[in-house]
């Protein structure tokens, strides 16, 4: 099942720099996106969404971009700091009422001090 | 801030024995969730509950598997004859109606001897 594709395992970045996580899906039912950041032995962490009605939105440091016709996301971090560290999952959701979330495969991101 | 709570943290059992896993959603949430995160692998929805009864399940949550809201407050996730590749965070998750974003608790390490 690969309806959510995150093609970077990692990606690290100096602090102040911006971050780019990406994440890739094939179920155009999906019309809900969320991203959220999650630390070991810890839940994930709701960070920010978006509605397949908007291309961008926006959270301080945080803004989630969409691009329907190619079926992609990305989360822009600017500026990265430390505490950023994580592992951040790309998750959407079909249309229904059940609003069950399907994840990527998560991406490391290591910001360097 | 309202937070979704989770417990044991660590749960270790034998194979065959049944679980519980306890989930207490954020108090005004009316959809609820069980997700589960083997080691390595992506966060797997398990299933959705709506109204005192599952609004839908993966091909994961088979027989062995059962939900319940036994009281205003509690969630709870049975595992009847664990097995395995039960192994895994469990995570609870909650839903308020008018806002799409399901928030996680810390999760529950099951181990399966």
């Known amino acids: 099942d690969q309806q959510v594709k995150q093609n970077s395992p990692s990606l690290s970045v100096q602090e102040g720099r911006i971050s780019i996580l990406n994440c890739d899906y094939t179920?155009?039912?999906?019309?809900?996106f969320l991203w959220y950041k999650k630390y070991p032995a810890e839940g994930p962490t709701f960070l920010i969404s978006?509605?397949?009605?908007?291309d961008k939105n926006e959270d301080g440091r945080f803004t989630v971009f969409l691009n329907k016709s190619a079926k992609h996301l990305s989360l822009h971090i600017v500026p990265s700091q430390p505490g950023d560290s994580a592992v951040y999952f790309c998750?959407?959701?079909?249309?229904?009422?059940?609003?069950?979330?399907?994840f990527g495969t998560g991406t490391l991101l290591a910001v360097q001090p | 801030e309202p937070e979704v709570t989770q417990t044991p943290s660590h749960q270790v059992t034998q194979m065959g024995q049944e679980v519980i896993l306890r989930c207490v959603p954020i108090?005004?949430?009316?959809?609820f969730y069980w997700y589960r995160q083997i080691l390595g692998q992506k966060v797997e929805f398990l299933v959705s509950?709506?109204?005192?009864?599952?609004?839908?399940k993966s091909e994961i949550f088979d027989d062995q598997f059962s939900v319940e809201r036994p009281d205003g407050s509690n969630f709870t996730l049975k595992i009847r004859s664990t097995k395995l590749e039960d192994s895994a965070m469990y995570f609870c998750?909650?839903?308020?109606?008018?806002?799409?974003?399901?928030?996680f608790g810390p999760g529950t390490r099951l181990t399966v001897l």
């Open positions: 998750a909650s839903l308020l109606e008018a806002v799409d974003t399901q928030y």
């Open positions: 108090s005004n949430h009316l959809y």
């Open positions: 998750a959407a959701s079909p249309r229904g009422a059940t609003n069950k979330l399907i």
């Open positions: 179920n155009s039912m999906f019309d809900y």
């Open positions: 978006i509605s397949s009605i908007k």
């Open positions: 509950f709506y109204n005192n009864e599952i609004s839908e």
